[in-house]
């Protein structure tokens, strides 16, 4: 284990067995109705990336992948409430079924911005697959087609999530130790 982690939450195994079952699951509810144009999975940079990378091979289906860059955390541990966009979509989704992987639904307040900006373009469809859920209180109710796990309220790195742009490469999700970021 890394000597910066406290504790690991959920490990390798965990992470690769649970993305099976969402997938499955993502290529049986969808597998009827999309057809040949298959779905569109969209992933948060850049700490959805590898989550997306691995559900992508959990799916039994066509799959475009394109990305977005929103602000969030920059090197703070704490959110800042501000949601802009970086960098947006290649594809364009109207009439499309999409499916947003995303890290980590912490306050919300990413998720609420991108689904009424993507919601705006006219998906056929648009649902999102969240890694974890934390328990935090005063979070936004966001529906989440599906949950990896759900999360205690603290500060996670591994599996793609970063602090101040490190850790993202553990293949497990942990507890970052306090006296790292304090
Ligand atoms: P929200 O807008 O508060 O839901 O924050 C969502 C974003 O904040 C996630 O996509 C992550 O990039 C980041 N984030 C939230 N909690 C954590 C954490 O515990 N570790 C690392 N990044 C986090
Ligand atoms: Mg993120």
């Keep these: 284990m890394h000597p ?45 990336a590898i989550f997306m990378a691995d559900l992508a091979r959990c799916i039994d289906l066509p799959v475009e992948m394109d990305y977005m860059a929103v602000s969030s955390y920059g090197n703070a541990a704490t959110s800042s409430g501000r949601v802009r966009v970086l960098k947006d979509l290649s594809t364009d989704i109207s009439g ?23 919601q705006a373009r006219g ?5 999102v697959v969240a890694l974890l859920r934390k328990d935090v209180p005063g979070q936004i109710d966001i529906p989440l087609f599906q949950t990896g796990f759900a999360c205690p309220n603290e ?18 999700v942990g507890v970052l130790k306090p006296e790292i970021y304090m």
Excluded: C, W
């Design 155 to 172: 500060f996670v790195v591994g599996y793609g999530l970063d602090y101040a742009e490190r850790y993202r490469n553990l293949p497990y």
């Design 123 to 127: 998906p056929a469809s648009l649902e």
């Design 4 to 48: 910066h982690i406290e504790r690991i939450l959920f490990s390798q195994e965990q992470i690769a067995q649970r993305n099976r079952e969402m997938g499955r699951v993502i290529t049986e509810v969808y597998g009827s109705k999309v057809g040949d144009q298959g779905i569109v999975l969209v992933s948060v940079l850049r700490g959805a």
């Design 96 to 118: 499309r079924h999409v499916v947003i992987a995303e890290d980590v639904l912490d306050s919300g307040l990413t998720l609420q911005h991108l689904l009424s900006m993507l």
